[in-house]
């Protein structure tokens, strides 16, 4: 394990969130209230869930401000993460909570999900910068994808999203290319 099983949740959340807007087919996987609570439920959320318009409108805001951190480099990284922690008057505290040992969360208790997911992945980045592991923040290496990962392998070796199946597309084109060189 690189990081602590929070951040490494928080980065993995995060990469689905910023995803939901980048995938292939141009479906946004978060386009509904349904599907604000189907990704709300998935990441075991036990924060305050409106589930109504206003709440997936600023869960899409947010959405654009996380995707940002795969755009810039790390110092500008530093620099967007405190801004939202600063904004989000995030004070962090260690908390046990639904089975799960300490971990960090760093809002108060009824803080809006918008605020929850910006200041959870500004945390998780923050440990990322700074442990110098910034460039496991990648963009994936697929033909047109715009899609986001977070490289959390021991060998560093991650490539693809997992959104768009672009491994298995490389792959399939791959064995193609070998096969008509046969």
């Known amino acids: 394990m690189v990081f602590a099983r929070d951040t490494e949740a928080n980065l993995q959340a995060a990469v689905e969130l910023v995803n939901s807007a980048r995938r292939r087919d141009g479906q946004d996987a978060l386009a509904s209230i349904d599907d604000l609570d189907a990704f709300y439920r998935r990441w075991a959320y036990s924060v305050r869930h409106d589930g ?10 947010a959405r654009a401000v996380l995707g940002r951190l795969w755009d810039v480099d790390r110092d500008e990284a530093a620099a967007l993460v405190n801004t939202i922690l600063r904004d989000a008057s995030a004070v962090p505290f260690l908390t046990r909570h639904d089975g799960m040992d300490w971990h960090l969360h760093a809002t108060v208790p009824d ?3 918008a605020t929850v997911m910006l200041v959870e992945t500004a945390m998780g980045v923050a440990d990322v910068i700074r442990s110098d592991e910034y460039d496991r923040l990648r963009r994936c290496a697929g033909e047109d994808c715009t899609a986001v990962l977070v490289d959390l392998s021991r060998n560093r070796s991650r490539r693809f999203c997992d959104v768009n199946n672009c491994g298995n597309r490389a792959h ?3 064995y193609r290319a070998r096969q008509s060189t046969d």
């Open 172 to 174: 399939v084109a791959a």
């Open 111 to 113: 803080a809006p999900l």
């Open 52 to 61: 109504d318009d206003a709440e997936l409108a600023q869960v899409h805001d």
